[in-house]
């Protein structure tokens, strides 16, 4: 688990009130643990991947039941979230990791070759995407990539992850390109583009957006203060980044008086027959003149 996961996953539930907030990691080392204790984490269980959600999901002798299972994880990890849905709520489907990058010919080769590199990186199922209307800069982000990722200590890894699903679309012009990332919904999405204010109205899909040159992912992950627990594998669509909400409920409080249930009970008689339900008619029908 990295540091940054944790501080990312634990303040949210903190923030929203969360009393116990229990951490699943097969090998924290003393960053990971440090973080967890800055954090407030009130349990630690060295256990991972997709046996640690099902341990979350129905408790066993040692790891309690939790409400709600949140953070990223590789495939394993991600389906078993989605097969325990309803078992247990989840955040999200978050893994495993992908960027998304429309460039122009602006765009320096080598910081795209970098930033596309640094979700390779993370998994072979990891995907790093490019989409640019430019084919000359497409060629030199791909000699740059071949150049970066030999220095890369976890080369074998992104390279794997190169081969499986790293992938250039041409597209007609950068509104194209745009969607293009809308279909995919990617994880992050960064506009290295001359002007990205100009394309932020036409991307509708998408976990993270970074504008302009300078606003690396990998800054996101850190220290640019949104949460980098995101939405993977399309399901930007219709999941949001993760937050506070995450960790709030909420329930309905009704009451009605004498005088309000004269006003409306007429209405609900009415509809509760034309629904066939004769016992919501019933219930209505018992308190009239009352």
């Given at each position: ?137 497409a060629e030199k982000v791909r000699a740059c990539v071949e150049k970066l990722v030999e ?73 640019l203060g949104p949460n980098h627990t995101l939405p993977t594998g399309g399901t930007a ?54």
């Open positions: 688990a990295y540091p940054s996961t944790v501080l990312m996953n634990t303040v949210p539930a903190v923030v929203a009130g969360v009393k116990q907030v229990i951490m699943v990691s097969p090998n924290p080392n003393k960053y990971t643990l440090a973080a967890a204790y800055i954090c407030g984490v009130s349990r630690v269980f060295r256990v991972g991947g997709a046996q640690a959600i099902a341990a979350l999901a129905y408790g066993t002798d040692s790891i309690p039941k939790v409400d709600k299972v949140v953070g990223p994880g590789n495939i394993y990890v991600a389906v078993a979230k989605r097969l325990l849905f309803g078992t247990v709520d989840i955040d999200m489907v978050a893994g495993p990791s992908e960027i998304l990058v429309i460039a122009d010919e602006s765009a320096d080769p080598e910081w795209v070759g970098a930033d596309l590199l640094s979700q390779a990186e993370h998994d072979e199922l990891a995907a790093a995407i490019l989409v640019t209307p430019s084919e000359v800069l220095k890369l200590e976890r080369s074998p890894i992104a390279r794997q992850s190169l081969r499986r699903f790293g992938t250039v679309f041409i597209t007609e012009d950068l509104h194209h390109a745009c969607e293009v990332a809308n279909f995919i919904a990617p994880e992050h999405l960064e506009l290295m583009t001359e002007d990205p204010m100009a394309l932020l109205p036409y991307i509708k899909h998408a976990g993270a957006i970074f504008m302009g040159a300078y606003t690396t992912e990998a800054l996101g992950d850190y220290v669509r219709f999941f949001s980044p993760l937050g506070v909400y995450d960790f709030v409920k909420r329930s309905s409080v009704l009451y009605v008086s004498k005088e309000g249930f004269e006003r409306v009970s007429g209405l609900a008689e009415v509809l509760a027959k034309v629904e066939g339900l004769g016992a919501h008619a019933l219930a209505v029908r018992m308190r009239k003149n009352r």
